[in-house]
C-alpha cells in the first residue's frame, strides 16, 4: 500500500470515528408502571410508579413497555412518541389486573378518543377498559403499524373504536359495547368505524354488543374510503340497525374480505351501500353466519342516493330465520353479484329476491327449501347432520377453501353449502369453540 493509499485509509477511519463519536446512544428499551398510589415524580419503576395515564403517555419510548396496575385512571392516554418497527411502545394491564382508562367526558376535542392515537406508529395497548368518553373510546388517525387488543370500551358517546386515515392497523379481540349511548345529543351510528382512507385493516375476534335498552345503531362500518381490508370472527348482537355496514358514502370501498362473523339479533345481518354515490368494488362476503335478525339477512342496496357497485360475491353464508328476507339485490348498479352456495332457509317472505331492475345476478348452488339438517339451530350450532341436503350439493367455483371453523373444502365428493363443511368430527368439537354468540366471553 503506498503513501497515498494509506493517507486516505486513515482519513476514512477517522471520518468513520468521527461520526460514531456524534451519534447519539439509543435507548434501551424500559418497563415502567402505573399505580392509582403512585406519584408521577417517581421514576416508573415497580416500586416507585407513576401515577396518571398522561405521564405514561408523555414518557414512554420505542420498545418501552408500561404497565397499569389495578384501578381506575381518570382522563386521556395520548401517546406522545412512536415505536419503531420491531420495538412498539406497548400500554397494557399488568398481567391478573383490571385497569381502567376513565374519560369522564373530558376527550380532548370534538373527535377525541379517551386512548388517542394520531400521527403515530408502532403503538399497542391491550387489556385495558376504557369507559366514558364524551366521543370515542379509543381513536387511531394518520398512524401506521397499531395494534388494539384485548381491550374493553363501554358507554362512549360515539364509536368505541374509531380508525380513520391510518396503514395496518389490528383491532383483534376487544368487546365494544354500549356505544353510541346518545346522552347529551343525538348519538352517532357506530360501534366499531373503519373510514377515511384506511388501508390494509383487519378486525376480528372482536364482540360488539349493547347493554342496555338504547339504540346500538350499527356494529362494525367499513366506509368511505376504505379499502384492502379483512373483517372476520367478529360477533355482532342487538343492533338496532345493521350488523355490519359497508358503505362507499361518496367515496369509495374496495378489495374487503368479510367471513366467519355472527351477526344475530339485529335489524340487519349485513348491509352493502352506497350512500351517496361512492363506489363498491371488490366484496367478499362468505362463512358468515346472519340468523334471528328483525329484517334481512344480506342486503345489496340502493339506499338514498345509491351508486354504482361491482363483483359483489355472497358464498356459503347461512341465512337463516330473519324476519323479512334472506339475500336481496335491489341496487339496479350492482354488476357482478355472485350469489352461490348459501344455505337461506325460515326466513320470513322469501328466501332469495333479486329485483327486477337488477343487472344480471349469478344464482346457483344455494339451499333455499326443506330442512337444513342443522345440529342445533335453536341454540346457534349451523353444523351440519351427515343426512343433510347440503352436504355435498356446493361446487367449487369461488367457493373459499376452508369453512367457518377453518376446516379444509371440500371434506366430501364436493362441496357443502352453507358455512359448515361436514367433517364428521362435528360431536367432538364443543359449540364453545366455534365462536358463536352464546359463548360468554
Request: hydrophobic share 35%; proline share 5%; charged share 15%.
Amino acid at each position: 500500500m503506498n503513501h497515498y493509499m494509506l493517507r486516505a485509509f486513515v482519513t476514512l477511519l477517522a471520518g468513520i470515528l468521527l461520526i460514531g463519536a456524534f451519534t447519539p446512544a439509543v435507548a434501551a428499551a424500559g418497563t415502567y408502571y402505573v399505580s392509582p398510589n403512585g406519584n408521577d415524580a417517581n421514576p416508573g419503576t415497580e416500586a416507585q410508579p407513576w401515577r396518571s395515564a398522561a405521564k405514561a403517555a408523555e414518557s414512554a419510548q420505542a420498545g418501552d413497555t408500561v404497565y397499569f396496575m389495578e384501578g381506575v385512571y381518570p382522563g386521556m392516554l395520548r401517546p406522545r412518541h412512536s415505536g419503531t418497527p420491531g420495538n412498539p411502545i406497548t400500554f397494557t394491564a399488568y398481567p391478573g389486573q383490571t385497569a381502567t382508562i376513565d374519560g369522564g367526558k373530558t376527550s380532548r376535542g370534538p373527535f377525541g378518543g379517551v386512548v388517542d392515537i394520531h400521527g403515530k406508529s408502532h403503538i399497542v395497548v391491550s387489556n385495558l377498559r376504557i369507559v366514558n368518553g364524551e366521543h370515542f373510546g379509543i381513536r387511531v388517525s394518520e398512524s401506521e403499524d397499531i395494534l388494539l387488543q384485548n381491550n374493553v370500551t363501554d358507554f362512549t358517546f360515539a364509536s368505541g373504536i374509531y380508525l380513520s386515515s391510518s396503514r395496518q392497523v389490528i383491532v383483534d379481540g376487544n368487546e365494544v359495547r354500549r356505544a353510541c349511548h346518545g346522552v347529551g345529543g343525538r348519538p352517532p351510528q357506530e360501534h366499531i368505524t373503519v373510514r377515511n382512507g384506511m388501508d390494509g385493516f383487519e378486525i376480528r375476534n372482536n364482540r360488539v354488543h349493547m347493554l342496555h335498552n338504547g339504540e346500538g345503531k350499527e356494529g362494525i362500518n367499513i366506509k368511505e374510503g376504505a379499502r384492502n381490508g379483512k373483517v372476520y370472527n367478529n360477533i355482532v348482537e342487538g343492533m338496532s340497525r345493521t350488523g355490519l355496514y359497508v358503505d362507499a358514502y361518496d367515496a369509495y370501498v374496495d378489495n374487503i374480505e368479510i367471513y366467519g362473523n355472527v351477526v344475530t339479533n339485529s335489524l340487519h345481518g349485513i348491509v352493502v351501500a352506497s350512500e351517496r354515490r361512492g363506489t363498491v368494488s371488490n366484496i367478499s362476503i362468505y362463512n358468515n353466519l346472519f340468523y334471528n335478525n328483525n329484517y334481512h339477512g344480506v342486503w345489496v342496496t340502493h339506499y338514498l342516493d345509491g351508486g354504482p357497485m361491482s363483483n359483489i360475491q355472497i358464498v356459503n353464508n347461512t341465512i337463516y330465520n330473519n324476519v323479512q328476507r334472506g339475500i336481496v339485490v335491489t341496487n339496479p348498479e350492482a354488476t357482478d353479484v355472485l350469489v352461490r352456495n348459501n344455505i337461506v332457509l325460515n326466513n320470513g317472505q322469501s328466501q332469495i329476491y333479486i329485483d327486477s331492475e337488477i343487472p344480471p345476478v349469478t344464482v346457483d348452488h344455494n339451499l333455499t327449501e326443506g330442512d337444513g339438517t342443522f345440529l342445533n339451530p335453536q341454540q346457534g350450532d349451523f353444523r351440519l347432520q351427515p343426512a343433510s341436503p347440503a352436504v355435498d350439493a356446493g361446487t367449487n367455483s369461488d367457493a373459499p377453501a376452508v369453512d367457518f371453523a377453518g376446516n379444509g373444502r371440500p371434506h366430501g365428493r364436493a362441496h357443502d353449502q352453507g358455512a359448515f363443511e361436514l367433517t364428521g368430527s362435528e360431536a367432538m368439537v364443543p359449540v364453545a369453540e366455534l365462536f358463536l354468540p352464546m359463548v360468554q366471553r
